[in-house]
Antibody
Framework: VQLQESGPGLVKPSETLSLTCTVSGGSIRSYYWSWSRQPPGKGLEWIGYIYQTGSTNYNPSLESRVTISLDTSKNHLSLNLTSVTAADTAIYYC??????????????????WGKGTTVTVSS | EVVLTQSPATLSLSPGERATLSCRASQSVAGSSLSWYQQKPGQGPRLLIYGASTRATGIPARFSGSGSGTDFTLTISSLQPEDFAVYYCQQDYNLRITFGQGTKLEIK
């Protein structure tokens, strides 16, 4: 499985950031799919994930501005982030989230990542 | 939210040496959904360890993970030149995912 992020590299403040992650070598109808980001020179921040059923879970700090969706016909997932500011400037990554079971526990992890796409918020 | 604190921030070692990286959680990560990732400049993260101690597919045996509850460790038994990178721990518990701030492993 390979993941490839794409989208505009420059977004104006207050506008909506829209990114796509194309999945190749596997179906998006299985597993969870996640978005994370990394501001320049900083660490990783989880944005949210979506399950094959379409159910979503978002980082509370971003939840009011984030939407993640699946397009099974195109085998890709999308990220929309509204009302962006300079603080949203980052490299955005998509990843596959899966789990293994060791009863009674589920161990979740992200085993395949894209190379990331850089988004700059600036007028 | 579970806060993960990694130490040290930077670790300077030579090839062939043993590296020990620490990750401490602000509360117990039940079931140890604790993972470790390696990131090199210009690349996305690479999964090394999941479930605190299980190596991901294709990861060399020199990488090992241990720990439970709130204290976790990533050990690299004998550093190879390609191991110098930034390492992140990550927890995925109770519908929230957080990452540590990272440990930079640099060549001494």
């Amino acid at each position: 499985v390979q993941l490839q992020e794409s989208g505009p590299g420059l977004v104006k403040p207050s506008e909506t950031l829209s990114l796509t992650c194309t999945v190749s070598g596997g179906s998006i109808r299985s597993y969870y799919w996640s978005w994370s980001r990394q501001p320049p020179g900083k660490g990783l921040e989880w944005i949210g994930y979506i399950y094959q059923t379409g159910s979503t879970n978002y980082n509370p700090s971003l939840e009011s501005r984030v939407t993640i969706s699946l397009d099974t016909s195109k085998n890709h997932l999308s990220l929309n982030l509204t009302s962006v500011t300079a603080a949203d400037t980052a490299i955005y990554y998509c990843a596959r989230r899966r789990y293994s079971v060791s009863s009674p526990y589920y161990y979740y992890y992200m085993d395949v990542w894209g190379k990331g796409t850089t988004v700059t918020v600036s007028s | 939210e579970v806060v993960l604190t990694q130490s040290p921030a930077t670790l300077s070692l030579s090839p062939g040496e043993r590296a020990t990286l620490s990750c401490r959680a602000s509360q117990s990560v039940a079931g140890s959904s604790l993972s470790w990732y390696q990131q090199k400049p210009g690349q996305g993260p690479r999964l090394l360890i999941y479930g605190a101690s299980t190596r991901a597919t294709g990861i060399p045996a020199r990488f090992s993970g241990s720990g439970s509850g709130t204290d976790f460790t990533l050990t690299i038994s004998s550093l190879q030149p390609e191991d110098f990178a930034v390492y992140y721990c990550q927890q995925d518990y109770n519908l929230r995912i957080t990452f540590g701030q990272g440990t930079k492993l640099e060549i001494k």
